[in-house]
T-cell receptor, first 111, second 112 residues
Framework: EAQVTQNPRYLITVTGKKLTVTCSQNMNHEYMSWYRQDPGLGLRQIYYSMNVEVTDKGDVPEGYKVSRKEKRNFPLILESPSPNQTSLYFC??????????FGEGSRLTVL | DAKTTQPNSMESNEEEPVHLPCNHSTISGTDYIHWYRQLPSQGPEYVIHGLTSNVNNRMASLAIAEDRKSSTLILHRATLRDAAVYYCIRTGPTGTASKLTFGTGTRLQVTL
């Protein structure tokens, strides 16, 4: 089954404790991206990647890092999480000219 | 500026057609228009996309203005399952996914 898989789906952590949210797709898509969703602010893009070893900033990249060492994986790294990064996170992938497929979301709470 | 403008919310009766507008007045000649929707407690899902011509698929129709500064997503017969937030976005030249701006979308309420 074609899918985008995010882990963990739910996480509660504390300020400053590094964490990684993984994203994996099995559709051989070139493009992958991360979004955060907050009440009243809609979906905002954090980072995107056009292909392996090619990443670029979206609209809200501060406090986040990404890497794209393999085509199927695009982890989101929070080196020192803060409470303002409490949010619902979505990963998505697509062919370079196609529809986006989204994961089910990861709800992160930073205390 | 890759922004689009949509109304915050709309209401429809079940089995009535729904026209969801989107303004993209600064669109460039090669940008595509994509529509996604997000059902409660789910990730967004693709609905339809187009460049210049009107497009139809099993979910909806997309009508693009001749000057391409606006478009309308048409749900021909709304059902309760269509209640969702609908996002209109612009993609890069030739439909290439790059930096994407979703905004807050239109929350569609469907009533009996």
């Amino acid at each position: 089954e074609a899918q985008v898989t995010q882990n963990p789906r739910y996480l509660i952590t504390v300020t400053g404790k590094k964490l990684t949210v993984t994203c994996s797709q099995n559709m051989n898509h070139e493009y992958m991206s991360w979004y955060r969703q907050d009440p009243g602010l809609g979906l905002r893009q954090i980072y995107y990647s056009m292909n392996v070893e090619v990443t670029d900033k979206g609209d809200v990249p501060e406090g986040y890092k990404v890497s794209r060492k393999e085509k199927r994986n695009f982890p989101l790294i929070l080196e020192s999480p803060s409470p303002n990064q409490t949010s619902l996170y979505f990963c998505a992938s697509s062919l370079s000219t196609g529809e986006l497929f989204f994961g089910e979301g990861s709800r992160l709470t930073v205390l | 500026d890759a922004k689009t403008t949509q109304p915050n919310s709309m209401e429809s009766n079940e089995e009535e057609p729904v026209h969801l507008p989107c303004n993209h007045s600064t669109i460039s000649g090669t940008d595509y228009i994509h529509w996604y929707r997000q059902l409660p407690s789910q990730g967004p899902e693709y609905v339809i996309h187009g460049l210049t011509s009107n497009v139809n698929n099993r979910m909806a129709s997309l009508a693009i203005a001749e000057d391409r500064k606006s478009s309308t997503l048409i749900l021909h017969r709304a059902t309760l399952r269509d209640a969702a937030v609908y996002y209109c976005i612009r993609t890069g030249p030739t439909g290439t996914a790059s930096k994407l701006t979703f905004g807050t979308g239109t929350r569609l309420q469907v009533t009996l």
